[in-house]
């Protein structure tokens, strides 16, 4: 099995300023799923084609 890692290097007041937030940090695939993805990608591809056919 594959392992991820990701790497970066900041300053010690950005990381610190991160790190006093992380307690509102909402833990990946937990987060309140207050919409429908699909039928808004959806709608939006909708919306971006018909003011592509009515600009030419």
């Known amino acids: 099995?594959?392992?991820?890692?990701a790497l970066f290097r900041a300053g010690a007041a950005p990381l610190v300023a991160f790190l006093d937030r992380t307690?509102?940090?909402?833990?990946?695939?937990?987060?309140p799923a207050a919409c429908d993805p699909v039928g808004d990608l959806d709608?939006?591809?909708h919306r971006i084609l018909a003011e592509d056919r009515y600009a030419g």
């Open 23 to 31: 307690d509102r940090v909402v833990p990946f695939g937990q987060e």
């Open 43 to 45: 709608a939006e591809l």
């Open 1 to 5: 099995m594959g392992c991820e890692r």
